[in-house]
């Protein structure tokens, strides 16, 4: 099983998500998308760690896993606060940088 | 030592024609070692009277009339000390001006016997005028301030007469035009006069521009500007060049001496105060073009074409002027007419070659006195009848102004050419010399210059029987009355030189053989009474005849009749300012809208455009900052993508 | 299934590889795409979910079980749940409206990711990425040593800062999601006073307690026949006990809430969910 499917499978996701943070409106929607990428680039990490037979694409894909959840507690804390102000969580209420 | 080279036939033909005279200078020696002191004089006084200020207004004409008395002292000594010198070409070094190079022009001052002549010209009657002013101008509170220009004047005219090279010529040249715009416009407060003083300092202008021209030719055909470096350098260096700088100085002559086609400033200039009017623009100023043509005889003796143009010139102006002159009213602008005639009489004598350049000289030195007088007398009038200048306001003012009455006619008969006058002792050479040169077109020239010397008479006599014969025709408040004794005796003293300046010229040779050594020898020696001459005095006399018929024996209407279609004509100056107007002033208005239509929309809708493109690009480009998180985010992704296909192509 | 692939593959273990491979991965592709097409938040979590268990799965083939039970542990164990408690906080009622407001988004997305998938497509096709090797090879000790001798010798300085982040998000989320009082904490003295105020002391009755149906949006019926709207929560709409029920659209079920004047709702245009 050559590692170059799971890679193209990693790539799959990752426009997909990336797609979906283009598109959705809900902010925690984009969240759950930005969090889909962050999983196809572990799944290429991984893959990239058995073909080249070393595990250090493991332990970046552990650290990209760490630094993830560090990041979702955070957003999803400014999200909450946001939500307290305003009473939307949408993205495209968020325009007050509008020319 | 100077030098004189004589070619020994006076057949008409180019070269063998002339009779080049070439100049030689030596350094000045004893009382001509002072001569700055000519210029130092009149600077002094105009520098004190414009600076000082209103502190110098009670003594201030004082020391404007001694500066002048004083040059004219000076100048008498230095004229003695000529006469006794063997050299009488002598430069007086004051100070190197410019040093550029190969090229070298030096303030120097170069006394010779034609500038000695017209030294003594303008310190004798200037010294005569500015008395005069002291009586003319006494109720005028800018009367210090008049002092001051008109010896800045003098200083000026004097620098233009002395200098040595055409650098400092011109710097005289510029400085006469200065005070000529200052003293026309003297009386500010008066529109006419501000306009007129700019009209006549625009006209020459264009003159100006003619000497500045001829004044690089010079520098780059002979590489300097002296006299005696052009002069003895033009012989080889061409016709073509000699025509060129002969006809270029020509139009700065026309230009200063007001000649055709540059004549329309000199009857508007008579917004002047009267003296002004004598001394600039009768006697000194308008001959500094006369003067330029005669210093310059060496260039034009190669030019056989510049003297023709010259001649036609001055034949054409004085026609010009005298039609003009009888039929204008207005007492000074009918003298200014007569001027612009007599100048022309000179300018025609200038282009006649050897011939005709000691009596252009001689009627030139004449014409200040016996023009200054009637100016003098024509103001004496306009004082005692309450600054009315109109003549159709005059009459029978013999009785009430008998000095004036005096000197007036005794320079009438002068510019008449009635014999023994000055007139008739200068004017006659003249007109004897063209029908001797230029062969077939001389004829013409001749013919017009009689039928001149008619027209002069009879205008003169019309003015005559206008202001001083006939019945009165004042106003209701005028009394007439002669003027105080500071402005009768200097009149008196120029009427002795309107009645013996001609004779005393002309008799024996007296100034031809003064000027050999400048400006040459006649080839062909003149008596006095020629078949020209004859001719001329018998016009003359028709034209006193008909000037009585029509003034005098008729009574004068008060209001001017309508007159024939020429007497229309030459009451609006012959159409001078309409030609002016419609050739130049008119496309020069247009250019100018032009332009300035082209700045306001071409110029400035480049620059508003590229301000209106800045801001419109900048408008349309604001909209991309939506505010939209998800917009940003969709640049940003582009980036990506784009970084990607770089790195792609790159490896690739 | 770890062991199986640790010990090296045969060709029925390539097989059996290839085969869930495949399974796998239409299955997240299927999930990811729902993921973006859903309205409702919630099953965008949902489908999020399977895409994590797939990937799970096949780090435990690729010869990563410990990244494999790491994933299932703390990124769906713990950071999807996250995400559903926030959800549940901000409002799970709320879907997405299908009309996009900002013009040529979703073109533009679409082009931008035609574009990138067409770039990594050439990448990883001009990439030689071959067979991979066998899986003995460099592998002297397990998994989970050599990852712990990696994190502690290697890689020890990221390990300490990333602790430090962690740390510092903790910290941030708290002070983020703090909320000063503003008014003193009510009492029980207070509450009692505000109760008797309302002039509701008795609680709300529950729902279809006399009716005929036991459902949560039925409304009780009092003794004289009529219902109490009391008795139904808010955020559903009561219904007629006589009638059948009938699905309320959710912008009805917004509609309602709002003229019922007791909840604040959000203003609309882009913000409901």
């Known amino acids: ?99 | 030592m100077t030098t004189l080279t004589a070619v020994a036939d006076g057949a008409a033909g180019s070269a063998a024609h002339a009779l080049a005279a070439t100049l030689t200078t030596v350094p000045a020696t004893g009382a001509l070692k002072l001569s700055w002191l000519l210029l130092a004089f009149p600077l002094f006084g105009a520098v004190v009277l414009l600076i000082g200020g209103r502190r110098t207004d009670r003594w201030g004409h004082l020391l404007g009339c001694a500066m002048p008395l004083a040059a004219f002292a000076y100048g008498v000594i230095a004229f003695f000390t000529l006469l006794g010198d063997t050299d009488r070409s002598q430069d007086q070094h004051l100070y190197t001006y410019i040093l550029v190079g190969h090229f070298q022009a030096n303030v120097n001052l170069l006394v010779d016997q034609l500038s000695i002549c017209f030294v003594l010209l303008i310190t004798g009657v200037g010294s005569m005028i500015i008395i005069y002013s002291v009586g003319y101008m006494a109720h005028d509170r800018g009367r210090r301030r008049f002092f001051g220009y008109m010896n800045l004047f003098l200083a000026a005219m004097l620098l233009l007469v002395l200098a040595d090279n055409y650098l400092v010529l011109y710097v005289g040249w510029e400085g006469v035009g200065l005070a000529s715009y200052l003293l026309i416009g003297f009386w500010q407060e008066r529109n006419s006069a501000a306009v007129a003083a700019k009209k006549a300092f625009v006209v020459n202008r264009v003159g100006d521009a003619g000497l500045t021209v001829a004044i690089f030719l010079m520098f780059s055909a002979f590489g300097t500007v002296s006299f005696t470096g052009v002069f003895h350098q033009v012989p080889s260096g061409g016709s073509g060049v000699a025509t060129a700088l002969g006809f270029l100085l020509l139009l700065g002559a026309c230009g200063k001496s007001a000649q055709v086609p540059l004549q329309s400033w000199l009857l508007d200039a008579m917004e002047g105060p009267t003296p002004v009017s004598a001394l600039i623009h009768a006697a000194t100023m308008v001959t500094a073009g006369v003067y330029l043509l005669v210093r310059s005889n060496p260039i034009l003796a190669v030019s056989e074409d510049a003297q023709i143009g010259i001649a036609i010139v001055g034949t054409v102006t004085l026609l010009f002027g005298g039609i003009i002159a009888a039929a204008k009213d207005d007492i000074k602008k009918s003298l200014a007419g007569s001027t612009m005639s007599q100048i022309g009489y000179m300018t025609l004598g200038a282009g006649l070659g050897p011939e005709g350049y000691v009596f252009s000289i001689a009627l030139l030195l004449a014409h200040g006195f016996y023009k200054a007088g009637l100016f003098l007398g024509a103001g004496s009038v306009i004082h005692g009848m309450n600054d009315e200048q109109d003549m159709r306001r005059y009459g029978a003012l013999a009785r009430a102004l008998p000095v004036t009455y005096v000197t007036f006619g005794l320079a009438y008969l002068a510019i008449a050419g009635i014999p023994p006058f000055s007139g008739f002792f200068v004017k006659d050479p003249i007109i004897e010399g063209d029908f001797t040169e230029h062969g077939a077109g001389g004829w013409i020239l001749g013919i017009c210059a009689l039928i001149g010397a008619g027209l002069t008479a009879f205008y003169m006599t019309r003015m005559m029987y206008m202001t001083w014969w006939g019945k009165r025709r004042w106003a209701q408040d005028a009394h007439p009355h002669e003027s105080p004794p500071v402005m009768t005796w200097p009149m008196i003293v120029l009427a002795v030189g309107s009645v013996g300046a001609g004779g005393f010229l002309i008799i024996n040779d007296r100034l031809q053989n003064f000027l050999a050594p400048v400006v040459g020898v006649p080839p062909v020696e003149h008596g006095f009474f020629t078949v020209a001459g004859g001719v001329a005095l018998l016009l003359a006399l028709a034209g006193i005849a008909l000037g009585w018929a029509m003034y005098g024996r008729v009574p004068v209407p008060e209001t001017a009749p309508h007159g024939s279609p020429l007497t229309v004509a030459a009451r609006n100056e012959l159409y001078g300012n309409t030609i002016n107007e419609s050739l130049v002033m008119r496309p020069g208005q247009w250019l100018t809208r032009l332009s300035v239509y082209f700045d306001n929309r071409g110029v400035d809708g480049l620059v508003n455009s590229l301000a209106a493109l800045v801001g419109g690009t900048s408008g349309r480009w604001r909209r991309i900052q939506t505010g939209f998180v998800r917009s940003y985010a969709l640049s940003m992704f582009f980036g990506a993508v784009i970084v990607v296909a770089l790195l792609l192509a790159v490896r690739l | 299934m770890s062991g199986v692939l640790a010990a090296g593959g045969t060709n029925t273990d390539f097989v059996a590889e290839e085969t869930i491979f495949w399974i796998l991965a239409v299955a997240s592709v299927g999930a990811a795409l729902a993921m973006i097409l859903v309205r409702r938040a919630v099953h965008c979590a949902i489908m999020l979910a399977v895409v994590m268990l797939c990937l799970a799965t096949m780090y435990a083939m690729e010869g990563a079980p410990f990244l494999a039970f790491v994933q299932i542990i703390v990124y769906t164990g713990a950071v999807l749940m996250l995400f559903l408690f926030v959800l549940m906080l901000i409002g799970i009622s709320n879907a997405d409206s299908i009309v996009e407001t900002i013009k040529g988004q979703r073109l533009a997305a679409g082009l931008a990711a035609i574009g990138l998938l067409v770039l990594l497509a050439l990448t990883i096709g001009h990439a030689a990425i071959g067979p991979a090797p066998p899986q003995n090879a460099g592998n002297n000790v397990n998994n989970l040593t050599g990852i712990a001798q990696l994190i502690f010798t290697t890689y020890v300085f990221p390990f300490e800062v990333t602790g430090a982040l962690l740390i510092t998000a903790a910290v941030g989320a708290m002070v983020l999601a703090h909320r000063e009082r503003e008014t003193p904490r009510p009492n029980q003295r207070e509450l009692a006073a505000r109760r008797v105020a309302s002039g509701r002391l008795a609680p709300d009755p529950s729902p279809g307690v006399y009716a005929l149906h036991d459902a949560a949006d039925r409304p009780a019926l009092l003794p004289d026949g009529s219902t109490s709207e009391l008795s139904v929560s808010s955020a559903l709409s009561p219904r007629d006990p006589k009638q059948e029920p009938r699905f309320v659209p959710p912008e009805e079920t917004l509609q309602i809430t709002a003229e019922s004047g007791e909840w604040e709702i959000a203003p609309s245009g882009g913000a409901d969910q």
Request: glycine share 6%; with cysteine.
């Open chain 1, 1 to 99: 099983m050559s590692p170059v499917h799971y890679v193209a499978l990693a790539v799959i996701l990752f426009v997909i998500g990336g797609v979906g943070v283009l598109v959705r409106r809900n902010a925690i929607v984009v969240f759950m998308c930005i969090e889909l990428m962050l999983n196809a680039c572990n799944l290429a990490f991984v893959a990239f760690a058995r073909l080249h037979a070393n595990l250090d694409g493991q332990v970046i894909a552990f650290f990209v896993m760490v630094v993830a959840a560090a990041e979702v507690v955070v957003g999803l804390a400014i999200l909450m606060a946001i939500y307290r102000a305003r009473r939307s969580a949408s993205v495209d209420d968020a325009n007050l940088l509008k020319y």
